[in-house]
C-alpha cells in the first residue's frame, strides 16, 4: 500500500460518505449524509480554495447520470464536485462518482487503436493509427456481410454512446442489436409495469419514497444498489417516519432501519405479493374509488387470489401468515400514500414478470398512482428539441428469439436479449453471427449464458470489435480495440430527463483526451466512413450542443450556460391527487390487473403467460449442502467496471462469500476460511479460492457474493483477479415472457482451499 494509505482513506470518507454510509448500513436519517456532502459545508471548508476552470458535466461511474462540476487546473483535473442545481442529485456525489477522476489518470487504459497481433485472449496486441483500425474493420466485415448477409454482425452497448452504435448497426443493415441493460437487469420489470400501466417505470424510477408512509422494498437494496438522489429520498422517507417492510434473503444496508425484515425463501416473492393481494381484497381494503374508475379485471383477479390464502404463502415463502396478515393491513392502512417497490435488476428466478405483475398489482390496488408518496408521474422537458433523423430498424429476422413470432414474443426488437444472441453466435442458428461490435459491454463477465459457452461463441467469430476505455475481460479477445475517451475529456450530447423536475444537463470536455482516443461519435463516424454511410453522423455531441442553444429562449441558454443545467417547471407529479383523469396507454386504456393482450400467448404457452400472475416453485437445490448463488451490489463499486480504480479498491478489494453460521458448522467452516466455488452443474470450479464470512445476515441454504468481482483481465494491474466473480456460477435460466435472463437459478458448492 502506498504511504498516501491514510490521507486517501481520509479522502474517500470524507468526499465519499454517501457510498460510506451505505456499505456500513445507511442509517435512515438523512440529515449526517447530507451535511457531510452538502455544497454549504463544501463552500465553506473551500473558502479560499482555487478551484481553477469551472466545466459542467454528469457523472459516468454508474448510468444515473449525477450532475457534476469538473475543475481543472493547469489543464488537469483535480477535482470533481456535484452540482447543486442538477435535481438528479442536488450536489451529491457517491464514492463511485467521487473517484471518477481515476478512470481518466488511469495508466492501465486503453491508450491507442489498437490491432491484435497474439492469440484471442493474450492480450498482444499492435498499435495502429486510427485510419487502420477503421480500414480493419471494413475489410473483415464487408466480406462477412456479403456472404452472410449484414446481420451476421451483432452489437452489444451499454453507455452514453450508445445512440451512435445503434446506428451505425442499422445503417449496416443489421437488426441484431443488444442492450444487455434490457435482459441482464430491468427487462421484466419493465415488462410487468407496462402491461400494467402502460408505461415503463424505467432506469428513473418514479416511487415516491421521501413522501411515503409505508414502502415494502421487494429485494430492492436503495441503499447498496446506490443512486444519489433515490438513497436520499429513501433516507428522507425513513427520516419522516415512513414505516419500511423490507423482503430479501439478505439483510442488505436498505434492512438497517427496516420495520420488518422479511427474510423470504428465495424465489418466492411472487407467493408473498399474491398473500398480500388475497388479504387486502378478502378484508375489503381495496381502494375501490381508484379501482373501479381506473383498472381493468378486478373481479377475475378477486376471483384468480381466492387461492392464495395467507397459510398457502407461508407455506411457500417461510414468512408467518399472521405476519402476512398484519402487513397487509398496515400497507392498506396508509393507502394510496404506500409503494411496493420490485428489485432494480429484475434477472432472478424465470418467474419474474409475474412476480413484478403483482407488485404493480398491489400498487394499483392501493390507488397510489400520481399521489404523493406513490407513484409519480413524469414531465417531459417544454421545448422542441433538435431532432435528427436516424436509420430504421432492418426488418430482416433477429438471431435472438426476440420479436413477434419468435420464441420471445414480446422481447423489443430494439433491445434484444443477450443469451439469445450469445446462443446464436455459439450454434450459428438461425443463421451465422460471424461478428460482434461491443461497446462499453463485458459479456464474458456479464451474461448468464455460461462463461466456457461464450469462449466457444467468440471461437465462431471471424471479427471482434471492441470500443471501450479500458481492457475489460472480453477486450481482451477483441481483433481490433477503438480506445475511447473517458466521460471527463469528451462533449456529449445534452442530458435531456423526463423527471419530477424535469431537466436538461450538460457535458462539455474538462480537458483534452490525455491519450490517443475519440468519443463514441467519432469512432462510429470513423467506420461509418468506410462504408460511405457518414451521412448518418453530421450531428456530432459539440454540434448537438449547440443546436440545443439554438432551440432555447435567450434566458434558457444563458441560465444553461452559467449552471450547467436547465430545470423547467414539472406539469404536476401527482395528477391524481390534484383531480386530474389519468390516463393508461394499455390495450383497455386502464390499469390492467388482469391483462387481455396476453390471453393469446396464454393459450399458446401455458401459465407462464397468464393474464394475472400464477404461482410456480421456483427450483431448488438438489442437496442440502449445494447453495443458491445470490449476489447483488456493492455500493462501493458498479458492475464490473471499477474494480481496477485504485480509490474505490480501497474501500473494497475483496469479495468474501456470506454463509449461514449452520451451513458453515455442518460443513465444518470458520468464519475467514478460504474455500473455493465450484459450479455442480458445469463443474467449474473457481480459480482461486475466496474467504468466508459467516454471518446470520443471509438466508440458510443461500450464499451471497458481490458482483462484479474476479476479473481475468491480466491488463488491470490492480483489479485482476481480485476477489470472486459470480460469471462462472449463476444460472442460464430466462424468464418466458421478458426473455431475460434469470440468473439467482445458479447453485453452488464450497471446497475447504
Ligand atoms: S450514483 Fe454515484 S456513480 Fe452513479 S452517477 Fe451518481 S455519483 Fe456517479
Known sequence: MSRHNLTRRGFL???????????????????????????????????????????????????????????????????????????????????????GIDSTYDADRIQHPLIRVGKRGEGKFKKVSWEEASQYVFDKLSPLMKKYGPETLATFMHG??????????????SPNIVVPAYSQCLGSREMAWILTFGTGVSGHETYDMANTRHMILFGRNMAGALQVREAEDFAEGLARGAKLTYVDPRL?????????????????DLAL???????????????????????????????????????????????????????????????????????????????????????????ALMGNWGVPGGLWVRSGVPIDLPEYEEPKQPTTRRADGAGKGEKYPLAPQNLGRTNGMIEATLTQKPYPI????????????HSSAGTNDIYKAIENLDLLIAIDTQFSDTVMYADVVFPESTYLERDD?????????????????????????????????????????????????????????????????KKLKDDGVLRFEAVDPYPLASGATPTFRTATGKVQLYVPNLTDFYQEHGDDFAPMPIYKDPIMADSKDTFRLLFGKSPRHTHARTQNNWLLLELQDDNPIWIHPKDAKRLGFSDGQMVYMVNPKTGVKAEHAEKIKVTKRIKEGAVFIHHGFGHTTKAWSRGYEKGIGDNFFVSDDIDPISGAAAFNNGFVTLVKA
Open 252 to 268: 442488505s444496508e436498505s434492512c438497517v432501519n427496516a420495520t420488518d425484515w422479511l427474510q423470504i425463501n428465495p424465489g418466492t
Open 273 to 363: 405479493a399474491l398473500g398480500f393481494i388475497h388479504v387486502i381484497i378478502r378484508d375489503n381494503l381495496v381502494n375501490m374509488d381508484f379501482v373501479s374508475k381506473y383498472c381493468y379485471g378486478f373481479d377475475q383477479l378477486s376471483a384468480h387470489v381466492a387461492q392464495y390464502t395467507p397459510d398457502w404463502a407461508s407455506n411457500k415463502c417461510g414468512i408467518d401468515a399472521k405476519t402476512i396478515e398484519r402487513i397487509a393491513w398496515d400497507f392498506a392502512k396508509y393507502a394510496p400514500h404506500v409503494v411496493a417497490v420490485p428489485p432494480r435488476r429484475m434477472t432472478r428466478y424465470g418467474n419474474d414478470t409475474q412476480t413484478v405483475r403483482a407488485i404493480a398489482i398491489l400498487n
Open 434 to 445: 460471424k461478428a460482434w461490435m461491443l461497446y462499453g459491454t463485458n459479456p464474458l463477465f
Open 13 to 99: 470518507k470524507l468526499a465519499g460518505a454517501t457510498g460510506v454510509a451505505a456499505s456500513a448500513g445507511i442509517t435512515g436519517i438523512p440529515s449526517p449524509l447530507k451535511a457531510a456532502q452538502s455544497n454549504d459545508a463544501k463552500s465553506e471548508m473551500f473558502l479560499h480554495y482555487d478551484r481553477g476552470v469551472q466545466s459542467p458535466s454528469f457523472c459516468e461511474m454508474c448510468f444515473w447520470n449525477c450532475g457534476l462540476n469538473v475543475y481543472t487546473r493547469n489543464g488537469r483535473i483535480h477535482k470533481l464536485e456535484g452540482n447543486p442545481l442538477n435535481p438528479n442529485s442536488n450536489g451529491h456525489l457517491c464514492a463511485k462518482g467521487n473517484s
Open 493 to 557: 450530447a445534452p442530458f435531456v430527463q423526463k423527471d419530477k423536475i424535469p431537466f436538461i444537463a450538460l457535458r462539455e470536455a474538462a480537458i483534452k483526451p490525455i491519450y490517443d482516443t475519440k468519443g463514441c461519435f467519432d469512432i462510429c463516424k470513423g467506420i461509418a466512413e468506410k462504408f460511405k454511410i457518414a451521412h448518418w453522423f453530421e450531428h456530432s455531441p459539440t454540434q448537438q450542443i449547440a443546436d440545443l442553444y439554438k432551440a432555447l429562449s435567450p434566458e434558457q441558454a
Open 160 to 173: 452514453t454512446g450508445e445512440p451512435y452504435v445503434h446506428a451505425l448497426t442499422k445503417a449496416l443493415g
